[in-house]
């Protein structure tokens, strides 16, 4: 099947597939109208989840779902958080397991207790397909060949899903799955002859330091946060436009794509509902305010998620976008709540620690560990195709992050080991680990 045509004039596919999605013309395709649709279907989920999740039951039951008609009134509901989709399944289930068609347990070793787990029925992945395809036209032709480094093997699993969807779109998908081992990876890689490479930003870039030059049209990276080194390595070792999704499982994988103007995330807004609200509080940011992304499903039937923490932070974009959507538009991530760590003068992240290390012509990923004890301890573990000589320039690198060089003055002990020429293994997602002192 190829790709469905919608008659509409925009440059952005996803604006046409969002209007047939939410059934409106192109003369009323706008913002307010939009936000019309997404109060419809807020009311829908909020009435089906209360009528079929025990948990949605108890936790909305002061809810009158009729009586909601603005984003104020969106406002008034409480949050469903991590914590609660730990604890409460299957309570959040809104239809027998027998209906589901794939469940996703994500790791959630930072929090201790049971893990996360999302169900999806085969119309909720189908949604996500549908949005997988008009998300990749932005960047791919029919005809094209591209490189799929997400894991692929079980149904339903990211790669598996893009896979489909890129079919319907008319291009080749080349399923090469996870690279655990980046030179036989990029030896595949380059007899594969691939137009576009869709991966997780650490396992591309491992790649494009293990080919170096070759032709590539374009990258699609998907990924909570990308580091601009990162960005500028790929485009200058393979010469490719570098584009960015943003998603995470309980967004049902999707959530929102650059243009060809790179300048955030154009979403799914048919799917779903977005606030962004000021760090730990209810209240809305202001235009172009740092808050956390919170969302809303809008069509899931398995297991609908009403005002969902997701501990992203990212701001609003307001000015219009040059390709002239009028979808809803993030920056780029800019980072995770609670996941700096305080070196007691100052905040690292595992973003500062990116920009430095990934600039690097050799280091395709790392490990780091900051040890709470009497004398506090940043281990760092490196992968780097240059082999462990290089360690102590990587060191002085480092020292060029002020906040870092500050603390190892103060008596923070810095050390890096090499850990060999493959990717490392994070459980869950890249952060900095911390553990205390025993
Ligand atoms: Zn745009």
Same mark, same amino acid.
């Given at each position: 099947?190829?790709?469905? =045509? ?32 997404? &109060? ?14 025990? %948990? ?19 406002? =008034? ?8 989709? #730990? ?12 209906? &589901?068609?794939? &469940? ?14 999302? %169900? ?8 996500? &397909? ?9 960047? /791919? ?11 692929? !093997? ?7 899903? +893009? ?25 595949? +890689? ?20 293990? /080919?170096?030059?070759?032709?590539? =049209? ?11 080194? *990162? ?8 010469? #490719? ?8 499982? !309980? ?7 650059? #243009?060809?103007?790179?300048?955030? %995330? ?30 809303? /499903? +809008? ?7 009403? =005002? %969902? ?13 040059? #390709?002239?959507?009028? *979808? ?40 780091? /560990? ?9 281990? +760092? ?22 906040? *870092? ?17 493959? *990717? ?15």
């Amino acid at each position: 099947m190829n790709m469905p =045509r919608f008659n509409f004039a925009s440059p952005n596919p996803l604006d046409a597939w969002v209007a047939a999605r939410t059934g409106l013309s192109e003369a009323d395709f706008c913002h307010t109208q939009l936000q019309v649709y997404q &109060i419809d279907r807020f009311v829908d989920t909020v009435t089906w989840a209360k009528l079929h999740s025990p %948990y949605y039951r108890h936790a909305l039951a002061d809810v009158n779902a009729h009586a909601l008609r603005s984003l104020e009134d969106v406002r =008034r509901l409480p949050f469903t958080t991590a914590e609660d989709l #730990c604890r409460n399944n299957p309570t959040l289930l809104c239809v027998s397991q027998n209906e &589901i068609s794939r &469940i996703v347990t994500l790791d959630t070793s930072g929090t201790g207790g049971s893990p996360k787990r999302l %169900y999806f029925t085969p119309e909720d992945q189908e949604a996500t &397909i549908d949005f997988f395809l008009h998300g990749m036209a932005v960047l /791919t032709r029919p005809g094209d060949r591209v490189a799929i480094l997400f894991p692929g !093997e079980r149904p339903g699993s990211v790669g598996g899903l +893009l896979a489909l969807a890129l079919r319907r779109l008319g291009a080749t998908p080349i399923l090469l799955g996870w690279p655990h081992d980046s030179e036989t990876a990029a030896l595949q +890689l380059k007899n594969s002859h691939v137009d576009i490479i869709a991966g997780a930003p650490i396992a591309v870039l491992a790649l494009a330091k293990s /080919t170096g030059a070759m032709q590539v =049209r374009s990258v699609l990276l998907s990924s909570d946060h990308v580091a601009q080194s *990162l960005r500028n390595s790929l485009e200058k070792i393979w010469g #490719c436009e570098v584009f960015e999704h943003y998603g995470m499982t !309980e967004m049902g994988l999707g959530g929102g794509v650059d #243009c060809t103007a790179h300048t955030g %995330y154009h979403m799914r807004e048919n799917d779903l509902l977005i606030e962004l609200l000021q760090p730990g509080s209810n209240e809305p940011t202001q235009p172009e305010e740092l808050g956390e992304i919170v969302i809303s /499903t +809008l069509t899931r039937r398995g297991m609908p998620l009403i =005002r %969902y923490r997701t501990g992203d932070l990212s701001r609003l974009r307001t000015e219009t976008c040059p #390709c002239g959507s009028p *979808l809803m538009r993030l920056d780029y991530i800019h980072g995770r709540i609670g996941t700096p760590v305080n070196l007691g003068l100052g905040i690292l992240n595992m973003a500062m620690l990116d920009e430095v290390l990934l600039a690097d012509n050799g280091v395709i990923d790392f490990a780091a /560990t900051y040890r709470l004890t009497s004398s506090p301890h940043l281990h +760092l573990d490196i992968a780097s195709l240059n082999g462990e000589d290089e360690l102590p320039l990587l060191k002085c690198r480092l020292l060029e992050i002020p906040v *870092l060089a500050h603390a190892v003055d103060h008596g923070l002990q810095l050390s890096l080991s090499y850990v060999g020429r493959e *990717l490392i293994k994070h459980a869950g997602k890249r952060r900095i680990h911390v553990e205390m002192a025993p």
